[in-house]
């Protein structure tokens, strides 16, 4: 979680190559841990990293939108 975190604050500051760093550091612990689970933090990272990709590969960053928000919206509404 804290990588993520960092991740944004760089994000926020402006230096996106760390950005990205932490925030695709932060994905891969989590999906190591968790393996093929849908977890809210995993679709807040995809979220957060899609836009990363826009100019580099417009493909990955739609597939991080929509993979991203489908597994919020799905754990959004666990809680609702």
């Known amino acids: 979680y804290t990588l993520g975190q960092l991740g944004i604050a760089y994000k926020i500051l402006g230096n996106r190559e760390k950005a990205k760093e ?31 990709y826009r100019k580099v590969d417009y493909q990955k960053t739609q597939e991080y939108f929509q993979k991203g928000l489908t597994i919020y919206q799905k754990c959004v509404k666990k809680f609702i």
């Open 22 to 52: 932490y925030l695709e550091k932060s994905l891969a612990l989590y999906q190591s841990y968790y393996g093929k689970k849908e977890r809210i933090e995993i679709g807040w990272l995809l979220i957060n990293l899609a836009p990363f």
